[in-house]
Each structure stands twice: as C-alpha cells, then as structure tokens.
C-alpha cells in the first residue's frame, strides 16, 4: 500500500515564524502536492512538483514556499507565517502518468 | 475555467436510507472523474472513479456514473450506514496537468 506520511498532525505557531511542514511517500512517485482545507472552500493547491528539484505553482501559492531536493520527500515552507494562514494541510502523491492521488493523514496548523 | 460544483451539506440520514450527493463539472476537454472521501480525523482516500464518459465508478456500496450530457457525476448508496459518515469531494483530473480540481466537500452524517 501506497503511505504517505506527514510531520506533524497538529502545530502551534506564531505570527511571523518560519514554518516547515515535512511529506514522506513511500512509493517511489514522481508526482507530489501540496493542498490547503479550509471549510467552504474544498481543496485548493498551493505548489506541486512533478520531479525532483521541479515545482510549479498551484492556485495559491502566496506566502508558501516548496523544496523537493528527494524523490520522496516534498517540504511547503511558510516564510514568515500569517493568522490567515491557519488551515489543515494535506500532502499527496501520484505516479508519473498516473490519475489517482494518495493523500497523508494532514496537519492542523494553527498560527496565533 | 474548469471547475466542480457539488450539493452543500451537511446531509443527515437515518441509517438504512438511501443517499445521493450531487455534483457537476465544467471542462474544455474530457477529463476523469472521482470521487474521495474524508473519513474524520483522516487523509483523503480514492472511493471510485470513472474515466470516461457512461462509466460507472463503485466501491463499498458507492455508485456514481459519468454523465457527459448533463456533465455530472452523482454519487449514490442504496443503504447508508452509521461508518459512512465522512465527508465527501467529488473532483476532476487527469490529463497533462496531473492536477485535481476539487468541490468544496459534502458532510455526510448518518444517524442510528
């Protein structure tokens, strides 16, 4: 079975830190992402990376920052955090000329 | 531009009860359709998915058929139960981009 694992189920910060938020896969994938969960809104997509040391930018990728320098490790960086950036972050995986996304568990990222 | 729209929740069912979660796309090409879904506290996980259009996606009771004339991809069970309760996305992908696009996500709740 395809795992993906990420860091941290919940975070505390504070406005204005600097912020990793790690993701792990376990299947070899080229394809990772990264994705915001807010209620009313669905998913939205921050950054994805098709390969390593690849990225392109998602719907919103204000404020957020990627690092893909492993195949299996995709990292979203927020530079200096912000209270609208509180949100459930999830990370997912697919494989090259793939169509299904395997997602990880989230982290519950609350900045104050 | 391409989107997903599906029915706002929160659902509340008795267990036993049939459901049905709407939702419909736009899209300039032909793109596969799916269906996640959020189990609480969790990641979100594959639940069925059609390619093509009057295909039809099941999975654990789950049914939804691509309608490209109405544009739509509904899901459906014939009997809900009480582990059912999730919430669901409906989404669309594939293709060259290897981005979903999401909907805003369905809470389902089924009641004993």
């Known amino acids: 079975d395809v795992k993906v694992t990420q860091s941290s189920r919940y975070l505390v910060k504070r406005t204005g830190e600097k912020v990793f938020l790690e993701c792990v896969q376990d299947?070899?994938?080229?394809?990772m992402f990264w994705y915001r969960q807010d209620p009313g809104l669905g998913l939205r997509l921050i950054y994805f990376?098709?390969?390593?040391?690849?990225?392109e930018k998602g719907d919103i990728p204000e404020g957020y920052s990627v690092s893909r320098e492993k195949k299996e490790r995709f990292s979203l960086i927020l530079e200096s955090a912000s209270t609208n950036q509180t949100s459930m972050y999830l990370c997912?995986?697919?494989?090259?000329?793939?169509?299904?996304?395997?997602f990880g568990p989230g982290t519950r990222l609350l900045v104050l | 531009g391409d989107s997903v729209t599906q029915m706002e929740g929160p659902v509340t069912l008795s267990e036993e009860a049939f459901l049905t979660i709407n939702c419909t796309y736009t899209?300039?090409?032909?793109?596969?359709l799916f269906w996640y879904v959020q189990y609480p506290g969790e990641g979100l996980q594959l639940l069925l998915k059609?390619?093509?259009?009057?295909d039809k996606g099941s999975n654990k009771g789950f049914e939804a058929t691509y309608r490209k004339e109405t544009t739509s991809f509904h899901l459906e069970k014939g009997s809900v139960q009480v582990s059912d309760s999730a919430v669901y996305f409906c989404a669309q992908g594939g293709g060259a981009t290897n981005k979903l696009i999401f909907g805003t996500g369905t809470l389902l709740a089924v009641q004993p």
């Open positions: 990376s098709y390969d390593v040391k690849m990225k």
């Open positions: 299947m070899d994938h080229e394809n």
């Open positions: 997912a995986s697919m494989e090259g000329g793939g169509e299904t996304q395997y």
């Open positions: 899209a300039t090409g032909y793109p596969s």
């Open positions: 059609a390619t093509k259009a009057d």
